[in-house]
């Protein structure tokens, strides 16, 4: 980033001249030569003078950059300096092309130095420049909710505002409680549930995001600061107010929520902890879950989900209850029920079809599992829908 050209950030390096002074400042002699040089953006070099020297823009958005034991201080010229013997010293064009005014005593001499690319950084930008959002939801989800999973090629952030939301992401699972969020990376399979008797209402947004720096976001648990909650705020209010500026006003809070999380991801944020031996059962556990979401409508037991995931049934239900709290039965049990109210929204099956294509052994089995977890039985599930 370019520096103020001021006295104090200066006087490492030379003095600024009173640009109110007559000539600017520059000394006038037949002792002194004075010339106007041209500099391009293709050609950058450093120079080096064996005398103090006078600077002074002439055309174009000049910038001075200085070298002293490797580290680069690059001033925005816009005032009349005098430069110290022996400086390195180099003059870049802000955009193409630039012109500066030089003089030097007769004795001096002016080295040309090596030459270099473009320096990065001097213009400010955007270091983390954030994509299209395609989906953002808030929504409250009754007790039993089951997310059975997916992965996409987008990033996707979930924020729980209230309750608390399992997800389990590669086959790693973690508790979301209030005012927590995770993000999952592109292709990061990922799924999610809450307790029998526990709501959740949380935001998700899916969007693309890409940076020039290491974004260290999968597999971490953020606790928002207060600072931080009141983007999300902002994105839910712009929810609301749904103008024609709703969406640019949600885009820019997103990306103050996002700079703010990856400022600090190296300090409170918490890590999920992943070892070698953690990781293969995760791996185990990723496999299971996508087999039952494909045989969703297979007769499933955990002995038959054991058998194609290859490991023992005693050891499958060891691994769900440590990392999802939740037994493989169980869980076989919520995604048939979930499946239950999609194909009872498509309603093109009735109650009966809809056990038989579930395998369930009866339509009183089905309906008497579907009360338990949901609280209502299918027909009142059918009405409910039918009047929203």
Not at 291 to 317: C, M, N, P, Q, R
Not at 324 to 342: F, N, T
Not at 365 to 382: L, T, W
Request: net charge negative; glycine share 6%.
């Amino acid at each position: 980033m370019i520096e103020n050209l001021n006295k104090q950030t200066f006087a490492p390096f030379g003095k600024i001249l009173r640009d109110s002074l007559p000539n600017r400042g520059f000394p006038k002699g037949d002792e002194w030569i004075e010339a106007v040089h041209y500099f391009n953006a293709g050609e950058l070099y450093f120079q080096r003078t064996t005398h103090a020297m006078y600077l002074d823009f002439e055309l174009g958005m000049t910038v001075l950059v200085i070298r002293r034991d490797d580290t680069l201080t690059s001033f925005y010229l816009d005032k009349p300096v005098c430069l110290n013997a022996g400086t390195d010293f180099a003059i870049v064009p802000y955009q193409s092309e630039c012109s500066v005014r030089m003089s030097l005593p007769r004795e001096a001499s002016l080295e040309r130095l090596d030459s270099f690319s473009a320096i990065e950084n001097l213009k400010i930008g955007d270091r983390l420049r954030l994509g299209e959002i395609y989906t953002l939801f808030y929504r409250e989800e009754e007790s039993g909710f089951l997310f059975k999973g997916e992965k996409h090629s987008m990033y996707e952030l979930t924020y729980v505002d209230r309750g608390q939301l399992h997800c389990v992401v590669d086959g790693n699972g973690s508790t979301l409680r209030q005012g927590q969020l995770m993000v999952f990376t592109p292709n990061q399979w990922h799924m999610q549930y809450t307790d029998l008797n526990v709501t959740a209402r949380f935001l998700t947004i899916a969007f693309d995001m890409e940076s020039d720096l290491p974004m260290n976001l999968s597999d971490r648990v953020f606790d928002l600061s207060s600072a931080e909650a009141v983007f999300l705020k902002q994105i839910l209010s712009e929810i609301d107010t749904n103008d024609v500026f709703s969406g640019d006003f949600i885009r820019s809070n997103l990306k103050l929520l996002l700079l703010s999380v990856l400022r600090d991801v190296s300090g409170r944020k918490k890590r999920l902890k992943t070892p070698v031996s953690l990781r293969n059962e995760n791996q185990i556990v990723s496999r299971t879950l996508q087999y039952i979401a494909d045989h969703v409508y297979d007769k499933l037991s955990v002995e038959t989900v054991a058998k194609e995931t290859g490991v023992s049934t005693s050891h499958l239900t060891a691994l769900f209850q440590r990392q999802l709290a939740i037994s493989p039965g169980e869980y076989i049990r919520r995604v048939k029920l979930e499946e239950s109210k999609c194909l009872i929204r498509e309603g093109r099956l009735n109650f009966s079809q809809i056990a038989a294509k579930l395998n369930y052994s009866t339509i009183h089995h089905f309906s008497r599992q579907f009360k338990d977890n949901f609280g209502i039985s299918p027909s009142e599930y059918a009405k409910s829908i039918q009047t929203e």
